[in-house]
């Protein structure tokens, strides 16, 4: 079964909003990355209850904390990225959500990613042998300027690592962005994917579009991971108006073209979702 999910802050910053939006298009999931202009591991412990408490009388899970781990220079230090990385796990047991969004770091402009890979893989074995500790899933997404931008990167670090703690959320958008055919991407990691982010881009205008409309062939991955059995999330960052390095925004208006389309996919292949 796909369940839908969404970057509920690409609604709003605020979590009403958020809930009451999601309610309109029938999402009972978040991929929680921030609230009230805050990301989600600055948030205080007070807001963190007071939002864990909307989402139980909303009804409302989550589908991993959208956390932004591994989005510094592979250079910089390791240790107080992984001060953060515990507020991370601590996070996933608050929510019970067993499911933490990360990335491979950012490489040096000009330098050779090759020339930093095995200090990726160090960090990446240590956050994943702390996640496997607790019994929490790391879904390592793809993105353009980190070390894990093209599938071959990416199919390197997982194999390397090598634990069922490790996984890909598979971004097609991002892979279309750095030049790569997501066909390609998708033949060569979709044993690893245990998450889909729907997001499309259309590389002509060089803007992000809703789903089917651009270069993603994201109504061919989704069919295919539906008929060999996919049981995850479809997570939707539409980016439809902003795109940043560590956010987007799309706004009500927008976020409901980004549903219709995702949910137009769906209905045309007759893939059950909830």
Known sequence: MIRLSAFADEISQKPAEQIAVLGEHKIKYIEFRAIHGTNVLDLS??????FRDLLQASQVGLSAIGSPIGKIRV?????AHLQRFERAIQLADFYQVPR??????????????????????RRLSELTR???????????????????DTAARV??????????????????????????????????LRPFVKHLHVKDYDSKTGRNVPAGMGNAGIPRLIA???AAGYDGF????????IAELSSGFTGPERFADAVSALKAILDQ?????T
């Open 155 to 188: 199919l390197d670090i997982l194999a390397e690592v090598n634990s069922p703690f490790l996984a890909h959320a598979f971004d097609p958008a991002n892979y279309v962005e750095v030049g790569q055919s997501t066909d390609e991407a998708w033949d060569c």
């Open 224 to 226: 295919e991971a539906a």
């Open 45 to 50: 412990d007070a807001q963190h209850t007071a």
């Open 234 to 241: 479809c997570v939707l960052e539409p980016h439809l108006v």
């Open 75 to 79: 250079t910089e230090p390791f240790d």
């Open 269 to 273: 292949a007759n893939i059950a979702y």
């Open 130 to 148: 702390r996640a496997s500790e607790r019994g929490i899933r790391l879904l390592l997404e793809n993105e353009k300027g980190i070390y894990g």
């Open 100 to 121: 933490i969004r990360i990335f491979s770091f950012y490489i040096p402009p000009g330098d050779d990613p090759g020339s930093h890979r095995a200090e990726v893989l």
